[in-house]
Nanobody
Framework: QVQLVESGGGLVQAGGSLRLSCAAS????????MGWFRQAPGKERDFVAS????????NVADSVKGRFTVSRDNAKNTVYLQMNSLKPEDTAVYYC???????????????WGQGTQVTVSS
């Protein structure tokens, strides 16, 4: 069992930056690939980024490529999402997830956090 808690969301102006954190507790964090997803009101939950167990392989969605970076610190049981050059269309609830595979498919992840709201004003 893994418990995930996101933090770092908030209100930011377009062009600004935020860093989301996802702290994990429970079984060995380094056993899990991690993903970030987001969901805007009335829309499906979309893939944002993923990172492998050791952190050596990452993937980000085309919509955020060049602006968002995913990283992890297994010693701190934490995964991060650095978001730069934010746009109003980035507004959503952001979720972190843990699973056995590094994938873009939400249902492949076993554990989810409660989400953190990111709002980007124009």
């Amino acid at each position: 069992q893994v418990q995930l808690v996101e933090s770092g969301g908030g209100l930011v102006q377009a062009g600004g930056s935020l860093r989301l954190s996802c702290a994990a507790s429970g079984q060995l964090f380094s056993r899990y690939a991690m993903g970030w997803f987001r969901q805007a009101p009335g829309k499906e939950r979309d893939f944002v980024a993923s990172i492998s167990r050791g952190g050596g392989n990452t993937n980000v969605a085309d919509s955020v490529k060049g602006r968002f970076t995913v990283s992890r610190d297994n010693a701190k049981n934490t995964v991060y999402l650095q978001m730069n050059s934010l746009k109003p269309e980035d507004t959503a609830v952001y979720y972190c997830a843990a699973g056995g595979l590094r994938t873009v498919v939400a249902r492949s992840y076993e554990y989810w956090g409660q989400g953190t709201q990111v709002t980007v004003s124009s």
